[in-house]
Every structure is written in C-alpha cells, then in structure tokens.
C-alpha cells in the first residue's frame, strides 16, 4: 500500500544547538560534504528551494521537466542513476556496517542547483546518500575513546544536512500538494526514487551514532528524551 503524505509547512521547524558546540567558519567548511547549510542561512535556504521548485512546477506544466509525475524519465544520466540506487540499497539497508560505493546520484547531488528545477527527486536522493556516508564516517571515527570529545563538540551541525534534506522534502510534498485536491502518496512526490528506503536507513544510522557519541542519556539538552530523530525534527 502506499503511504499518504499529508501537506506539509515547509517552515516548521526550529534548531536549537547542543551547548558548547563548536564554532565553524562557513567560508572554510564549504567543501565538507558537498553542502552544509548553517542555521543562520535558513531564510536565503527556505528562499531559494521555493523559488526553484516554483520554476519546477512551473516547468513540469508545460512538459519541460526530465522526472515526470508517471515516474518516467527522459535523461538517461538519471535513470542509470536510479536503477543504480534501487539495486544498491537493499544490499546495504538492512546492515549499518556496509557503506555505500560512489553512485550516480552523488553527482545529481553536486549539480543541485540546476537539477532542482528539473528534477528535485534525484537531488533527494543524492541528498540522503551524502548523510548516509557522513554518518558512517563518524560513527567509523566516533568509536574511538580519543576522539569522543570532538566529536560531541562538532555533532550539532550534522544537524545542518538534515535540515538541508528535510526543508526539501517538506517543500516538494507542499508544492506537488498545491497541484492537487486531496491527499498526496508517496509514489506521486518520489516517482519512482526510493527515498523513503533511504531515509529509513539514514534514521537508523543516526540511532547508531547517536549511541556511540552519547552513551549517557540527557548528556545533550538539544535530545528530547533522548529521541534523536524527533530532536531533529524540532
């Protein structure tokens, strides 16, 4: 059965950071991991996703998109990339300890800017993918005892993807909704993508995390109940 996704705010949602996070200097740190959106961008960010899924929509009325609301896809580039992604996850998804290999989607993701218009489902993705590996790269490094402290220090803004990836998302269920009365599937925002699969693995992923770096519940006052994933969403 597929999943009824309700229309959603795309600004809900208010980060607040760990105390004594460190500080990072946003004009270094431009190359972390592709992106990394600071708090105090979210307006420009809010910003510019509308403005570039207005240009989608708009697009797609008039047949100019290449992610098509049948699932179809008229780039060959990004339907590799989707086969791809479905025939890699589900060996991966079930086993944290597997990271993924270079896929296609990585370079969907590098090229956001222009793809968003045209095809935000494969920037998603690529989104989900660059959480997955920053996760598993600092669980790899976090397990060791000397490197704990850093990483504590340095963890809120692993917060930063997330919301770089959930604004997104909340964004285009909000405009696909606008399009349509009624409720709005999962089928008809991801068109084929399997995001939500991978959202699942990357929910996970931050659980393990969360557990090698705060061992002690209530360590960190920005954790609701030590509910990781809801401290995130809030």
């Not at 959106?37 to 960010?45: A, H, I, S, T, Y």
Request: include cysteine; charged fraction near 20%; proline fraction near 4%.
């Amino acid at each position: 059965s597929q999943r009824v996704i309700l229309t959603a705010v795309f600004l809900g949602a208010a980060i607040q950071e760990c105390p004594g996070g460190a500080t990072v200097d946003a004009e270094s740190s431009n190359d972390a991991i592709g992106l990394v959106v600071f708090n105090e961008q979210l307006p420009g960010l809010i910003g510019g996703l509308r403005e570039a899924l207005r240009e989608h929509v708009a697009r797609e009325a008039q047949g100019r998109v290449l992610c098509r609301a049948d699932g179809s896809i008229t780039s060959s580039a990004l339907l590799a990339a989707r086969s791809e992604i479905i025939e890699v996850l589900p060996q991966a998804e079930s086993d944290l300890e597997v990271q993924l290999p270079p896929l296609r989607v990585d370079e969907a993701f590098k090229k956001y800017e222009d793809l968003l218009r045209e095809c935000p489902q494969a920037v998603l993705q690529g989104s989900a993918a660059a959480l997955d590996r920053l996760l598993w790269n600092l669980r790899s490094s976090c397990s060791s005892p000397e490197l704990v402290h850093a990483c504590q220090a340095t963890a809120p803004f692993m917060f930063d993807s997330f919301l770089y990836h959930t604004v997104l998302s909340n964004g285009l269920v909000e405009f696909y909704a606008a399009q349509k009365t009624g409720n709005l599937t999962a089928a008809e925002v991801f068109r084929g993508w399997p995001i939500l699969e991978h959202e699942a693995r990357v929910q996970r992923a931050f659980a393990a995390f969360w557990r090698v770096t705060w061992q002690e519940r209530d360590h960190c006052a920005c954790v609701e109940d030590y509910d990781y994933y809801a401290a995130l969403h809030v």
